[in-house]
């Protein structure tokens, strides 16, 4: 591939200004580029004889000029993040400095790079495989502690083991069925067919749960989305502000975070909770009156968790069962928290009592039983099966891969069951370990990796 021979470069911070700034170079150049405008305490060295793996201190240089005092890590190749040779310089985050330094590097030979090109180079220099190419980006892009565990281990290789060890045994047993083929006179059975479909049984259980860890990757990865319905007057808004400022008040109690809350979501557990429809919940009366059934129904099918919410002090225990009950039908296997609002306006406790079907009892204007409602939320998701070595498919790609692979693996079964011919067997085993190595990018066009890597920022 032609990229191997240039060397490239680029802002690997936010460009803006900030306390320090990163331009990466990376390629057979990168050091000789770096070491054109890098003068040394002591003048003598030089990073062109500098060891891999090391720092050094000292300034960068346009002819007389001083740009910038900088520390520069040095990565030899194959010992770097993309195999090659790699120069990380360290530099004031000046936006005037930023710039300076990209011309100045350009000007002495390197290219400025494609976004994701460091990490398409780490790959195309096998120091990934293209599943934790991706989980770079992932990485890059979590938002909540689960993303960021699930990213993590699909970057330290999770995925690929998985998939690896399984193409691995796949592997050979097509090559046991077409050495069979070449035999095709002699009809003789190198590969053991009872092995074959211990094999596929494993095959499947492994894919299968790969599939099914995907809709819990997604809402990892997008967030968990909520409904909160009910009758007009019922405390949504009330409950929804409530939940939000307990957010607001713990993210305002980290010291030095400034980072904006993002409007209707919370973090819970190491996950995201996404409100949906919350314009809704404040338009004007009579027109939520006018469409609320429907935009409940609505919102209950786009939600993976329904909050039904009714006001204690006034609803009627027969008509709020009644109406109970056709949330939870329309719902179907989505959980619905049932939530008696606003007991504080409640004379006794025993009229609470005319309600068994409720989840929780709370006051969302006097922000009372909030946390339980968040532990109810939580308890909701399967999040305790996720440990540090789970796999969990958070990715499109992968997902669809898994999906065909499924249905070869079950062709095969199919066709060890009626016996058919090796020619088509061999050709079906094919079809499988393609697909799985869709995965991990041992089968992988210009296009795919274009679109995947289009992706990524400049300097990853
Ligand atoms: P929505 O139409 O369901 O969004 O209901 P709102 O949140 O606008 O609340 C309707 C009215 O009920 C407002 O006047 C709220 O102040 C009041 N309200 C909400 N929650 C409570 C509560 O827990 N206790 C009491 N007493 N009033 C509440």
Known sequence: MSYIEDTICALATPPGMGAIGVIRVSGPKAIEIADSIYRAPNPKKKLVDAKGQ??????????????????????????????????????????FIQRRMMELLIRKGARSARPGEFTLRAFGNGKMDLSQAEAVGDLIASENEAAHKVAMHQMRGGVRQEVAKLREELINFASLIELELDFAEEDVEFADRTALETLLNTITSTVNRLI?????????????????????????????????????????????????????????????????????????????????????????????????????????????????????????????????????????????????????????????????????????????????????????????ALLRTQED?????????????????????????????EITGEITTDDLLGNIFANFCIGK
């Open 409 to 437: 693996v079950e062709r095969i079964q199919n066709g060890l069951n009626t016996g058919i011919s090796g020619d088509l067997l061999a050709f079906d085993i094919r079809q499988a370990l393609a697909h799985l190595g």
């Open 54 to 95: 090391t720092l050094h201190f000292g300034s960068i240089v346009d002819g007389e000029n001083l740009v910038d005092e900088v520390l520069i890590s040095l990565f030899r190749a194959p010992h770097s993040y993309t195999g090659e040779n790699v120069v990380e310089i360290n530099i004031h985050g000046s936006t």
């Open 212 to 400: 099914s860890s995907f809709s819990l990757g997604n809402a990892i990865v997008e967030g968990i989305p909520v409904a909160i319905v009910g009758a007009p007057n019922a405390g949504k808004s009330t409950l929804l502000n409530a939940l939000l400022k307990e957010e607001r008040a713990i993210v305002s109690d980290i010291e030095g975070t400034t980072r904006d809350t993002v409007e209707d979501e919370i973090h819970l557990g190491g996950l995201t909770f996404r409100f949906i429809d919350t314009a809704g919940l404040r338009e004007a009366q009579d027109e939520i009156e006018r469409i609320g059934i429907e935009r409940s129904y609505a919102k209950i099918d786009q939600a993976k968790v329904v909050l039904y919410l009714f006001d204690a002090s006034k609803a009627e225990a027969s008509s709020e069962a009644e109406r109970i009950q056709k949330i939870k039908d329309r719902a179907g296997d989505k959980p619905v928290i049932v939530i008696a609002n606003k007991v504080d306006a409640l004379r006794s406790a025993d009229e609470l009592a005319a309600f068994p079907t409720t989840d929780l009892q709370l006051s969302a204007k006097h922000h009372k039983g909030i946390q339980e409602l968040e532990e109810h939320l939580l308890s909701t998701v399967e999040i305790e099966r996720l440990q540090e070595s789970d796999t969990v498919i958070t990715n499109t790609r992968h997902y669809e």
